[in-house]
């Protein structure tokens, strides 16, 4: 639900010496991105998807950065980032399991699928296991339906699954 | 009625024409060589405005849900005054049921492309930007792949054969969403593209006046714009050709269901699937002709439209004919996306109905509080209907909170955007349609005397 909020005032950032948002990458945004249109506030997605793509999720600190190269201020930037279940503010684990709930994939067993997953890792949809290894979440539509039941893991898409191909494909991941 | 050759998947293998395993991607060269980019040779010669009006003369209505004539939007901006003005391409396809657009975007990119260099020479565009989901990992690849291409044989870019727009060399971009459907809705793209939050606008200034960036911007879906290059090539007389012309009697103001259209087929059926049809095509028809029939030979109890957000029809409709006009003709909101979610007779609408409200109360960006907190509430009604415990007044409860909310008359005009209005239609036609589901599976008695008995009981 986007449109929950927390209360930041007292929290502690985390910080570290080398920047997110490195030069490399800032020379990449620059050429190829920040031309594309007439604000650099708008380069906003593209920016914090490459700083996820990079480091697997946004650290706040990373927020601050983006904030600066995109001459606005981290409160709007944290105000974006946060609206969007894609971006990550939170560590996340090596593989992210996205299993689609629609009608569709409901009407084709989605429920005792989700049902085994949990119980193979242990864990509950927004978690993410012990080693690290994976976080579950489920999503609204994968626009796969004509191969319910779906479910992406990072950016490769699994279809027709069921318990037993679904949990073979999981083993397989390193 | 028959599409007696494919259009939107003449190169895409699609059954009656072809077999999908044999799809492959078709890259710029064979675009070329099966006729591809040929109607933004005719729109060249054409003046920008003669392609605008043929456009609407076709009466090419939107793909992407409200069915809004593509060449009237076109046709409402303002004149060129020499600065920016923007396509926005809504490659968001977020509605459950739909994945339509995919099936361009995976196999045939340039059937968009051409349809966007025509709708920005035709409109006197100089940027457009392909907004897709965030998901579509692969789509994004390919479609980066195929702007490329594009920029490569002087489509776009500073050497494009459209020339200058708007004093400036036309650009095409492909730009990654983040997981919100809401920016599917016209003015959230347009939020999310300028780099904030997707919160739907307030209309009027309608996009096409004010837009991206406070601009002139049309918003089309990427099956809108696919259908442009072939309108182009083959005419108007070619495109009126297929689909559903006006009844006798209605005035030419009224929009009919011309073309053929994409079908995404999915639920309890032997070949799910993207059919293309001509509009107009049965229910019936797509389920048996196309879908190889029910799944297991259960019987036909409801479907879902086009995408959640239209609601239901019952198990007596099954001949519905798929136009612009089934929302009047069996009362649900539209055609929508023309994403068809088939359900069989063992089907529990209670847990269809739970499904898409909590997509609802998951997707409303909480700007109106009719949505953002009626949606919620609809997820808590029908998940406790559901577990057995909730009561008979529940029924009328979530039929009133779902009539509150929405921006069309029949949701009181009380938010901002239409996500209100599919989780309006879609819950009140489950619950109308199938109003003894419910009642058998809530509690008869009214809630104090249950509660009163259950004291008695511990
Ligand atoms: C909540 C909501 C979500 C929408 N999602 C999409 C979408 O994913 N893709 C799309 O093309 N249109 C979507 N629409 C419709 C757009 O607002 C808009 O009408 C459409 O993109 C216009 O293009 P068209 O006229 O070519 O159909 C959505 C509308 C609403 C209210
Ligand atoms: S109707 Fe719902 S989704 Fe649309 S603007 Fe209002 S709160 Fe947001």
């Known amino acids: ?174 | 009625m028959a599409l007696d050759h494919p259009v939107l998947t003449k190169r895409i293998p699609t059954p009656p024409w072809g077999d999908p395993r044999d799809r492959k991607l078709i890259d710029i060269d064979m675009y070329f060589d099966t006729g591809g980019y040929e109607g933004l040779k005719k729109a060249m010669g054409m003046k920008p405005n003669a392609v605008v009006e043929l456009v609407k003369e076709a009466e090419l209505r939107g793909r992407g849900g409200a069915g809004f004539p593509a060449g009237m939007k076109w046709s409402f901006l303002p004149p060129v005054d020499g600065d920016r003005r923007y396509l926005a391409v809504n490659a968001d396809e977020s509605e459950p049921g739909t994945f339509k657009d995919r099936l361009l975007l995976d196999y045939d990119p340039h059937l968009l492309l051409e349809g966007i260099a025509i709708c920005m020479h035709a409109c006197q565009l100089d940027t457009s930007y392909i907004y897709i989901r965030g998901e579509y990992h692969q789509q994004a690849k390919t479609l980066k792949y195929a702007v490329n291409e594009a920029y490569e044989n002087k489509i776009f870019g500073n050497e494009s054969l459209l020339g200058q727009i708007n004093g400036r060399m036309p650009q095409c971009y492909v730009h990654r969403g983040a997981g919100a459907y809401i920016c599917g809705e016209e003015t959230g793209l347009l939020e999310s593209l300028e780099g904030k939050r997707g919160w739907a606008r307030i209309k009027p200034p309608f996009p096409a006046v004010a837009g991206a960036f406070g601009r002139p911007t049309i918003i089309n879906n990427v099956e809108t714009l696919a259908m442009v290059g072939p309108i182009l090539e083959l005419g108007v007389n070619w495109f009126k050709s297929m689909g559903v012309p006006r009844p006798d009697g209605i005035p030419s103001t009224v929009p009919a269901s011309y073309g053929p259209k994409l079908f995404g087929v999915s639920g309890h059926i032997n070949r799910p699937g993207i059919y293309e049809e001509e509009l107009g095509i049965k229910m019936s028809h797509l389920i048996e002709e196309f879908c190889g029939g029910m799944r297991d030979g259960a019987k036909f109890k409801s479907a879902i439209v086009g995408g959640i957000s239209t609601g239901v029809i019952g198990p007596d409709d099954y001949d519905a004919q798929l136009d612009f006009d089934v929302g009047a003709k069996y009362n649900c909101l539209g055609l929508g996306t023309a994403g068809v979610i088939v359900m069989d007779e063992h089907t529990d609408m209670v847990a269809v109905a739970r499904n898409i409200a909590q997509f609802f109360s998951h997707e409303s960006c909480g700007q109106c509080t009719p949505c953002r907190e009626g949606t919620h509430w609809m997820y808590q009604l029908l998940s406790r209907i559901e577990r057995g415990q909730g009561y008979a007044k529940d029924i009328d409860l979530l039929h009133e909170v779902a009539g509150s909310m929405g921006a069309l008359p029949s949701g009181q005009g009380s938010t901002i955007c239409g996500l209100a209005d599919g989780a309006n239609w879609a819950i009140r036609t489950i619950v109308d349609k199938f109003r003894n589901e419910f009642e058998t599976r809530v509690k008869k008695k009214p809630q104090i005397l249950q509660s009163v008995e259950s004291v008695n009981d511990g």
């Open chain 1, 1 to 174: 639900m986007a449109w929950i909020v927390k209360n930041s005032a007292t929290m502690q950032i985390e910080r570290r010496e080398d920047p997110y948002l490195d030069d490399e990458l800032k020379k990449m945004l620059e050429t190829e991105v920040i031309p594309r249109f007439p604000s650099r506030q708008a380069a906003t997605l593209p920016v914090l998807h490459a700083v996820q793509h990079k480091h697997s999720w946004i650290p706040y600190q990373a927020l601050e950065e983006a904030a600066e190269f995109l001459e606005t201020s981290a409160s709007q930037l944290l105000d974006t980032a946060s609206f969007y279940d894609d971006f990550w503010l939170n560590p996340k684990g090596r593989y992210l399991i996205m299993m689609c709930q629609s009608v569709s994939c409901e009407l084709l067993g989605q429920m005792d699928l989700l049902e085994s997953i949990k119980a193979k890792l242990q864990i509950e949809p927004g978690q993410t296991t012990e080693d690290g290894k994976f976080t579950l979440m489920t999503v609204g539509c994968l626009g796969s339906c004509d191969t319910a039941p779906c479910a992406l893991v990072n950016e490769t898409l699994h279809e027709n699954l069921t318990t037993e191909n679904f949990g073979q494909i999981l083993d397989g991941l390193e």
